[in-house]
């Protein structure tokens, strides 16, 4: 996705910019690419030093698709040597990367009011929470996340919960062209760390939660919290929104560089007691689909209602409502959107309504521990017999969550179907093992436990033949995602697709 009519730059003029030397010769540049695979005729071509390969070892494809010049380091000027188009050299061109690409792309986040939100759990939701109250003001807004790349009615599926700087920024130039004035976006910790939102300053950023997820990458929850906390840097946001429902988010709230308010959705909050915003009087019945809370503020108190069911998403509501309201949207109108905002693709959908003999079939995103636990507490109030989940943990991740995942399963629903999630390289039933390993710490006798061993598709169709019609089955770890990856190869999947189809093949044979 990009625009159609990108202004044109001169690349001595990039390079005068940022303190660069003066390219062998000058050209006209009219995008930015960080992919060979993406690139465009026009493009700079951003050859970064990679995990396993460096980037400059594909600039002759680069160029071959129509590079006119590479911005790279040190260490790939050889790469690019012979290549017939002049390289821009950056001691460490990711750090700049965010910058060029803004600059290239003439400043696209100017008269855009764009909202971020990060955390380990409910960033998703949140973000399409305050899109809702946003649309309810601007006439075209864009969504930016785990799910979608969405721009009006435009969309295509994101490869990641946040793109890299020169997609970003092309993104942010064709809202321009679409007359998109207002835009809300996911920021995970991965982007902050690698300078994918560099060059834009956000009018308003929200913080969530932050539990165990990602260590693999950021070391420890120190270093997690401190990548996290670089959205609420001067010079990346305006202003924040922090819920202290946890230690993180008070730590956030003192530490932050901006200004910020801060939202206690939890009547057990660690910052309860001094947050500007208190949730209160939340109420889940047995037949809501949502739930219904309190929210009071600054010399105000108003009736709330988030469209998903359980605590988890009364906080997400409750925080995307004061982010929209610091975004400038009056408060009536948001509580009004988000009571509605309900269709939010794997998070607590509702694939299948209980009735003519099929249980409630719920998808959900939930992939961490502190997530489950909050999925599983928000399934609970909905179900009148057994609590049924399929579920499995991801492979060439913290290995450390895989037991925690089990014994929460375990200890909070009573038919475990364990499966596969995306395995990546690692085999399989070695994830399942260490998943079962904690499910008997907490069910020694393995009561109402099943191992799915060929699918995971073949696991929702167990669970489906499991449950009565006053069952629930609740499937998570994927959520909307459209793949699965399987020693390296993505096959085309998707948890709600394969609860419908089960469904229709069921109805069939009747």
């Not at 990711?94 to 939100?117: D, F, K, T």
């Not at 062209?177 to 207002?182: K, L, Y």
Request: with cysteine.
């Amino acid at each position: 996705m990009r625009p159609e009519r990108a202004p044109e730059r001169r690349l001595r003029d990039l390079a005068s910019a940022f303190g660069l030397a003066a390219p062998s010769r000058d050209v006209t540049i009219s995008g930015v690419s960080l992919s060979s695979r993406e690139v465009l005729a026009g493009d700079l071509f951003a050859a970064l030093h990679g995990l396993k390969v460096h980037g400059a070892a594909h600039a002759r494809d680069a160029v071959d698709a129509g590079a006119v010049a590479i911005l790279t380091d040190a260490a790939g000027v050889d790469l690019c040597a012979g290549l017939g188009v002049p390289v821009l050299v950056a001691p460490d061109p990711r750090a700049i990367l965010g910058a060029v690409s803004a600059w290239v792309y003439g400043n696209p986040a100017e008269g855009i009011m764009v909202v971020g939100v990060t955390g380990t759990n409910g960033k998703t939701t949140t973000s399409y929470f305050v899109q809702a109250a946003l649309a309810a003001v601007h006439r075209t807004t864009a969504v930016l996340g785990t799910v979608e790349l969405r721009i009006g009615d435009l969309a295509v599926e994101s490869p990641r919960t946040t793109v890299e700087a020169p997609v970003l920024h092309g993104l942010l130039a064709l809202m321009h062209e679409r007359g998109a004035t207002a835009c809300s976006m996911e920021v995970s910790s991965h982007a902050l760390a690698l300078h994918r939102v560099d060059g834009l300053v956000f009018d308003v950023v929200g913080f969530t939660n932050l539990s165990r997820d990602h260590l693999d990458f950021h070391g420890d929850m120190d270093g997690y919290y401190r990548d996290k906390a670089r959205l609420f840097a001067a010079g990346q946001a305006r202003r924040g929104v922090v819920c202290v429902d946890d230690q993180w988010g008070v730590r956030l709230a003192t530490e932050a560089a901006i200004p910020v308010v801060t939202v206690a959705t939890r009547d057990d909050a660690v910052g309860r007691a001094d947050a500007d915003w208190v949730v209160a009087d939340a109420t889940v019945g047995l037949d809501s689909v949502g739930s219904a809370f309190t929210l009071r503020g600054p010399d105000i108190e108003v009736a709330a209602h988030s469209p998903l069911p359980g605590v988890v998403n009364v906080s997400n509501a409750a925080l995307a409502i004061v982010m929209a309201v610091e975004a400038g949207v009056p408060l009536d109108t948001v509580i009004a959107a988000v009571a509605v905002a309900h269709e939010i693709p794997g998070r607590m959908e509702r694939v299948i309504e209980r009735g003519g003999g099929f249980p409630l079939c719920i998808v959900d995103y939930a992939h961490t521990p502190d997530a489950l636990v909050l999925a599983l507490e928000a399934v609970r109030p909905i179900t009148p017999e057994r609590l049924v989940i399929v579920f499995g943990s991801d492979g060439d991740r913290d290995r450390g969550k895989r037991p925690m995942m089990g014994e929460i399963a375990a200890r909070y629903a009573d038919v475990l179907v364990v499966t596969d999630e995306n395995p990546r390289s690692e085999p399989p039933e070695q994830i399942r093992a260490e998943i079962l390993a904690g499910v008997r710490a907490a069910r020694p006798d393995g009561r109402d436990v099943h191992e799915a061993t060929v699918s995971r598709a073949q696991a929702i169709r167990d669970a489906l033949d499991l449950a009565t019609e006053r069952d629930t089955i609740v499937v998570t770890g994927k959520g909307h995602e459209p793949t699965q990856e399987i020693a390296g190869v993505f096959h085309r999947y998707n948890d709600r697709t394969v609860f419908l189809a089960a469904r229709a093949e069921r109805e069939a044979a009747e």
